[in-house]
């Protein structure tokens, strides 16, 4: 793909997202969701020639994910399909996560379609962005890892449709184990925070690929 169509698709994406939302919220009279219906298995009969191949991951670098990022990538840069800040993934929120010199921080707004108590955003949700700021800070602590074991606090409702700003950083490290903590915010509060364990995969390539490399 070249940048134009990188950012043709990225609109899609958003508008797709956009047209999940505003289901989510509406009541629709059954003439209005059958032709949505027709339209959207039209689109979807010409898109699916399109389709790569698998494996799928957040990443298009499946074979180099585990690798230590360089200073100059930002980890919303290479996961472009992550369910929380891909920018190509509709499902995706578009939440911002950047490198802050050893740790992590993330900023957006989750909209209706992840809501699950009024107003809120569901709680396996807000585990779910918890997990990815941990997760990438494995990418600038010596190379991407797994989920190992996560304990997760809600202390106070987190608002769907509200700025939420994000942070987690690195609490100690044994071989292959990085353990770190995370927490959301709105207005300066904390949501939820969460403490994991991630765990290294043993190395299967020798040499730092070039794709990770700007």
Not at 51 to 60: D, G, I, L, N
Not at 100 to 111: A, K, L, Q, T, Y
Not at 124 to 139: N, Q, R, S
């Amino acid at each position: 793909m070249n940048d134009t169509d990188i950012k043709a698709q990225r609109r899609l994406c958003q508008t797709v997202g956009d047209l999940i939302d505003r289901v989510r919220v509406s009541d629709l009279p059954a003439a209005l969701s059958d032709q949505t219906t027709r339209e959207l298995e039209d689109m979807l009969r010409r898109i699916v020639g399109y389709q790569r191949p698998e494996p799928h991951a957040q990443s298009r670098q499946t074979d180099t994910i585990f690798w230590q990022l360089d200073e100059a990538v930002d980890p919303s840069d290479l996961m472009e399909f992550s369910p929380i800040m891909g920018t190509l993934n509709p499902v995706s929120p578009g939440f911002k996560v950047f490198r802050v010199e050893d740790h992590i921080e993330g900023h957006g707004i989750i909209p209706e379609r992840f809501i699950g108590a009024p107003s809120t955003v569901h709680g396996g949700y807000v585990a779910a962005i918890l997990d990815e700021l941990m997760g990438m800070l494995g990418f600038i602590h010596g190379g991407g890892a797994y989920t190992g074991t996560m304990t997760v606090r809600y202390q106070q409702p987190t608002p769907a449709g509200k700025p939420l700003h994000g942070h987690a950083h690195v609490t100690s490290r044994d071989g292959r184990k990085i353990y770190c903590t995370s927490e959301l915010r709105y207005e300066g509060t904390v949501t939820a925070s969460a403490e994991a364990v991630f765990i290294r995969p043993r190395p299967a390539v020798s040499e730092k690929p070039e794709q990770l490399q700007r």
